[in-house]
């Protein structure tokens, strides 16, 4: 069984310019997420998906973030226009079951963004 | 609001010797979901092991063990007979009902032959 697949692994744009990044969840994984880690700091949650629905995106950072999960697959995360601060790694998670906290997220290898 | 804490930025360990990475957590929900995840210098995190806040005994899978004192809400990651393939960042990641991971800082463990 494949597992998360995220791409582009690595991506190094300008300030102001646009970037998206994808992510591939595990087949049959009703659930998506995406976490960012910005350097020096903690991951933190960005948005969680259950099918195609955002279910929670009190995490991102503000509206230059657009998050998409067509048919309820693939999701895309756009930024846009990029600024320095948004550098850092991206990472996709999914999970199988509605449970909530029993509920164990598998990870992408992560995008890793450098805006300069 | 909830919180997570590992205290150890880095350890040193000789090869295998057993490791105990501290973890502690701060809720009031009574049902949550600890999480253990390493990322080696790959970039990659692989999922170690869970540990739920209902579970009478503490979670094992191989080599790992999970010491969990509910009472002072602690999720100690114990890892048997290191080995160098160890070496990596550990995290720490708690879960109640929002889904979302909320994530400790990370130890930095290195394994010495």
């Known amino acids: 069984e494949a597992g998360v697949t995220q791409f582009p692994s690595h991506s190094v744009i300008e300030k102001g310019q646009t970037v998206t990044l994808r992510c591939d969840p595990i087949?049959?994984?009703?659930?998506l997420y995406w976490y960012r880690r910005v350097m020096g700091k903690e991951i933190k949650f960005l948005l969680h998906?259950?099918?195609?629905?955002?279910?929670?995106e009190s995490g991102m950072p503000n509206n230059r973030f657009l998050a998409e999960r067509t048919g309820g697959t693939y999701s895309t995360l756009k930024v846009q226009p990029a600024e320095l601060e948004d550098s850092g790694v991206y990472f996709c998670?999914?999970?199988?079951?509605?449970?909530?906290?029993?509920?164990?997220?598998?990870f992408g290898p992560g995008t890793r963004l450098t805006v300069l | 609001a909830q919180k997570i804490t590992q205290t150890q930025p880095g350890m040193f360990v000789q090869e295998k010797e057993a490791v105990t990475l501290d973890c502690t957590y701060d809720?009031?929900?009574?049902?949550?979901?600890l999480f253990w995840y390493k990322q080696p210098s790959s970039g990659e995190m692989i999922f170690l092991i869970y540990?739920?806040?209902?579970d009478q005994q503490n979670a094992t899978e191989g080599r790992y063990s999970l010491n969990f004192q509910k009472a002072r809400k602690s999720a100690n990651l114990v890892i048997s007979a290191s080995q160098l393939g160890d070496s990596a960042m550990y995290f720490c990641?708690?879960?109640?009902?929002?889904?979302?991971?909320?994530w400790g800082a990370g130890t930095k463990l290195i394994i010495k032959p």
């Open positions: 998670a999914s999970s199988h079951r509605n449970w909530g906290n029993t509920d164990t997220q598998y």
């Open positions: 087949s049959g994984h009703d659930n």
């Open positions: 998906f259950v099918k195609e629905s955002k279910q929670d």
């Open positions: 809720t009031s929900d009574p049902s949550y979901g």
């Open positions: 540990q739920g806040s209902y």
């Open positions: 990641a708690f879960s109640d009902s929002n889904y979302q991971l909320i």
